[in-house]
């Protein structure tokens, strides 16, 4: 979830999701995709917040 503001109001990036726990294989292919793509404009997200997003709710106006 991100924070951020739009025309004065506070918005959250909101989504349902299902957290998920990779094995060390999937963790392996997740290291060395890094690596190759190290030079690229990649905000990669930590191993611990990995999740399956099943649906994206959109930016939602956290103020009445």
Known sequence: MENFEKNDK?????FIAVNIKPDNSFLGWHKQIKELLHAEDIRWTKTENF???LQFLGDTNVRS
């Open 10 to 14: 506070q918005f959250k990036r909101l």
């Open 51 to 53: 999740h399956i997003t």
